[in-house]
């Protein structure tokens, strides 16, 4: 069964920092991997995927995800860090040639000290 | 993109009653709808697929009596909670996908059973 397993719960970065959320999963083959974030009672908007392809993907508010098949890691990055950045991020994975369902991570809350 | 929006964002409702939330694509069809519930704190659980036109499949250890799900058309869903507990009380999502693996969520609505 797949498994996504986000170690950190909770990280701290200060404005301007640089910022690395880990995310590892299991999966026989390669899978679809997502990074969602989650505003406080909000729902879920996608950052970025990775399908296949270059394994440097680029998402949106600046962020981007490195999938790399011998770790089984699919790593969140932002070179420096606002305020607004603040939130819950997930990741979650995808099974390919299967249903569309995905399984999640248990999200790492991200806090921005000014 | 893709709008997925759900009714009510918030609801209160008393212990023994039930309750219907909806989950609308707004500017796509959806055969496929899926339900979420997160616990404070946590991952989302997927809870069931809903399937237009046919019956919702539901996961392990999901109540079918207790979340009700029928969808209708191929733009909504809806998820009913009969006789709510105050364990009921969650953040339930829907997402619907929209592109390979690819899925959008709405907003969530939370429900407090007192």
């Known amino acids: 069964a797949q498994s996504v397993t986000q170690p950190d719960i909770h990280i701290t970065v200060s404005e301007g920092a640089s910022l690395e959320l880990r995310c590892n999963y299991s999966?026989?083959?390669?899978?679809?991997l997502f990074w969602y974030v989650q505003s406080p009672g909000q729902g879920l908007q996608l950052l970025l995927k990775?399908?296949?392809?270059?394994?440097l993907v680029q998402g949106i508010k600046g962020f981007e995800a490195e999938f790399k098949r011998s770790q089984s890691s699919f790593n969140l990055r932002k070179p420096s860090v606002h305020w607004s950045d603040a939130a819950e991020y997930f990741c979650?994975?995808?099974?390919?040639?299967?249903?569309?369902?995905?399984?999640f991570g248990k999200g790492t809350k991200l806090t921005v000290n000014p | 993109g893709a709008v997925v929006s759900q009714h009510p964002s918030r609801v209160i409702c008393k212990s023994g009653t039930s309750v219907k939330i909806e989950c609308r694509s707004l500017?796509?069809?959806?055969?496929?709808m899926f339900w979420y519930r997160q616990f404070p704190k946590q991952s989302l659980m997927l809870m069931a697929t809903?399937?237009?036109?046919?019956?919702?499949?539901?996961e392990q250890g999901v109540e079918k009596d207790k979340f009700l799900i029928n969808h209708a058309s191929l733009t909504l869903s809806t998820l009913t909670v009969t006789s709510a507990h105050p364990e009921d009380s969650s953040f339930y999502i829907c997402?619907?996908?929209?592109?390979?693996?690819?899925?959008?969520f709405g907003p969530g609505t939370r429900l407090t059973v007192t």
């Open positions: 997402s619907a996908p929209a592109g390979t693996y690819e899925q959008y």
């Open positions: 999966y026989g083959a390669t899978p679809y």
């Open positions: 990775y399908f296949s392809g270059d394994t």
């Open positions: 979650a994975v995808g099974e390919k040639g299967g249903s569309e369902k995905l399984v």
């Open positions: 500017d796509f069809q959806a055969t496929t």
């Open positions: 809903s399937n237009e036109g046919s019956k919702a499949t539901y």
